[in-house]
C-alpha cells in the first residue's frame, strides 16, 4: 500500500470525524497542539528579544573590551605601555579611552551613598564607550570647553552625577557633594591621597534604557581626580599616569581579536570582554528561553495524550470500519500506518494552526516595535526576535509527539480481528 | 446495463481455487467453546456459483469467512491455490482479500466518510494501484451497476440497494476471481432485492467469476446451481459441489 493512500485516507478521515465525541476529542487535541506550539513560538520570541534588547544595551552602554591589570582592583601605568601601543594590539577598535575607576561613598547635605566613580579624560569624551555625556542637561552638547574648565577647578572641581545617584542623595547641578574614599589608607595619610574631597555638581545624566552591567549610582570626574580615589594612590607617580584599564569600542563586537602575546600575565595585562563581563546574565536569558520552551512543550505533551485518547477511542468505535479496511486487503502494517497518519496529521494541523498563531502574534509584537524597559511593561508590545531554527525544531518536536501519541491505538488497532470487527457491524 | 467505457475491470482468467481439508473453526466466548464449523472439506473455484444455506447459527458465515480468508481455522486447512493459510504470511493473506476475492456484506458495510466513488476506489489504494487506474476502473463499476451519476455521494444519502451496489462494484473493483456475499439481500425489500440479486448474477455473467453466497432466501439459492445446506456446523448436503 502506498504512504501517499494511506495519507489520503487518514485525511478523509479526520476531515470526516464525527459522532461520539471524537469531533470534540480531536479539536480539543489540534487545540492543545496549537495553543502549546503558539506559546513556545512566542515566549521564546520574545524571550530571546528581550536577550537581544540586553544585549544591544550591553553592547550599547559599555565597552565592547577593556583591557585591565592581571591584579584585581590594581591598575597599570600608561608611561610603561602607550595607549597608541595598547590600541594597535587590539584588531577592530573603534575609539577608546583610558580610565580610572574606584568604589566610595558620597555625601551630600541630606544624604550618603554609595557610588562607583570614573575618572576619565574629559578631552576625549566622544570616545568614552559608556554613555555617560549623553542627555547632559537636556542633549544638548554636554562636556563644554567651560564645564571642563569647571570639571578640572583646583579648588572644587566638577562632578557629573548619574540621575539615580542625584535622587538618592537630593542633589542638583551646582550643589555640592563629597566624595568620602573608604580604602583610604594609613600610609596615605602622609601622602597626598584624598580621604575626603569636595566636588560641585556639574551635571546630571540618565542612565541608558535597560543598561546591564552598570552600576546606576555613578559619578563621573576627570581622570586627573579620579586618580586621587585609587588605592595607594602617591601624586609622585602622576607622571605615570597610572589608570585602572583602557576601555574599547570596536567596529565588530562579535568578532573581536586582539593580541595575546601583547596582553599576557606577563606584561601585567588581562583583556575582559563585554560577553564574559555579562556571562552570568547571558547564560541566565539562555537558560531561562530555554527552560521556559520546556516547560511550555509540557502543553504539547499534554495534547499528545489528547490525541492518544481521541484516536484509542475512535479505535475502539471504529472496530467495523477497520474490519472492512483489512477485508479489503489491507495488512496490520498498514492499519498501523494509517493510525500513525492519523495521528500526525492531527498533528500537523495543530502544528501549523499553533504557528501560524505563533508567528503572527510575533509579527504584530515585531512591527509595534518592542518595549524598552524605560516605557514599563506592556505585554502587547513586548521585543521579539524571529528564530526560524528554533520554530523548525518546535514545529518538529510537537509533530513528532502526535504521532509518537498515535503509537499505542495504531498497534490496538492493527491487532485486531476483521471478524471481530465485522461482528460489531453486524 | 450497459456501458459506454471499455472494460478497465476484466476479470483475470487465470484459475483459483480455494480447498477446505477437514477444517473447524471453534470460538471461545465467555470461556465456553463454541464450535461453528465442524470438519468441512469443500473445493471452491473461479467457476464455482453456490449458495450457503441453513438456519441462524448453522456455521454459514464462519465458513464464508474461512473460505474468503477472513479467519483461519481452529484446525483443519484452508489453501489457496494450493497454499495453506495458516502458514501465510499478514501480506499474502492481505493479498488474496484484496485481489483474488471480493466480499459482500449484509448491511452497513461501506466507509461513511467516503464518497460512493472513492469506497469502491478503496480496494485499489489499499492494493497501491496509481490514482488514475482505480478511478476508471471505480467509474467503469459504477457506471456498470447503474450509479454512475451518483459518484459523489456518500453512503448516508443513498437507499439500502443503492449501497449494496456501491458493494458489489467494491467487491469487483480489484478484479476478483470468486465473489462472496454474506446475504447480499437479507436488508433489503422484495423489489429492491430483485435489483440486487440480477446485479449479482450478470456481474458473475460478464466477468466470468466464481460466486458464493450466503443467504435465507430460498427463491435466490435456488437461482444459483448448486446448494451447499449447513446445519450445526456441518454439511449436510451439497448439491452439484464438487
Known sequence: MKNTSIVWIAWREFLAAKGHGIRFMVVMSVAGIALGVAAMIVVMSVMAGFAEQHRQSMIETAPHLEVL???????????????????ASISNASSYTEFV???????????SFSAKLYGLPLDKHKAWPWPFYEDLFGGQEPISAPLQERMSARKTPGILLSSRLAQTIVVKPGDRVSLLNPDFGANQLLGSGELLKDFVVEGVFFEPDGASG?????????????????????????????VSGVAFKTSNPFKMSWDSSFFSESNGFRVETWKEKNSSILFALTLEKYVMAFLLFLVVIVAAFSICGSLIMSSFKKRRQ???????????????????????ILGAVGVFLGASIGWTICLIYWQNG???????????????????LEYLVICCGAWAMSFIAAVLPAAQSSRLDPVDGLRVMN | MQSTRDNPAETKVDSFKISMQEASKVYEIHGHKVTAVRGVSLTVTNRTCTAIVGKSGSGKSTLLHLLSSLEKPSTGKVSFNGKN????SDSEIAKIRGQRVGIVFQMNNLLPEFSALENVQMPGLIAGLSKKEVSDRAGFLLDKVGLGHRVNHRPSEMSGGEQQRVAVAR?????????FADEPTGNLDERTSLEVQNLFFSIVEAFKIGLVMVTHDSDLAARLPSQIRMEDGR???SDGMV
Not at chain 1, 474490519?323 to 500513525?340: E, H, K, P
Not at chain 2, 493459510?85 to 501465510?88: A, H, I, K, Q, S
Open chain 1, 101 to 111: 575607576q574606584s568604589d566610595l561613598v558620597i555625601r551630600s547635605a541630606k544624604k
Open chain 2, 171 to 179: 467487491a469487483m473493483v480489484m478484479r476478483p476471481s470468486i465473489l
Open chain 1, 322 to 344: 477497520v474490519a472492512i479496511y483489512r477485508a479489503m486487503g489491507m495488512t496490520q502494517s498498514g492499519v498501523l500506518g494509517l493510525f500513525l497518519w492519523k495521528g500526525g
Open chain 1, 69 to 87: 591589570s592581571t591584579v584585581q582592583g590594581s591598575g597599570f601605568a600608561l608611561a610603561e605601555h602607550s595607549l597608541d601601543k595598547i590600541q
Open chain 2, 235 to 237: 454439511i449436510v448436503n
Open chain 2, 85 to 88: 493459510l495458516t502458514e501465510m
Open chain 1, 370 to 388: 518592542g518595549t524598552t524597559a524605560s516605557s514599563g511593561l506592556d505585554v502587547f508590545n513586548l521585543p521579539v526576535k524571529f528564530l526560524p
Open chain 1, 214 to 242: 552598570i552600576d546606576p549610582y555613578l559619578a563621573v570626574v576627570s581622570i586627573e581626580e579620579g586618580r586621587k580615589f585609587l588605592p595607594g594612590y602617591d601624586p609622585q607617580l602622576d607622571p605615570f599616569q597610572i
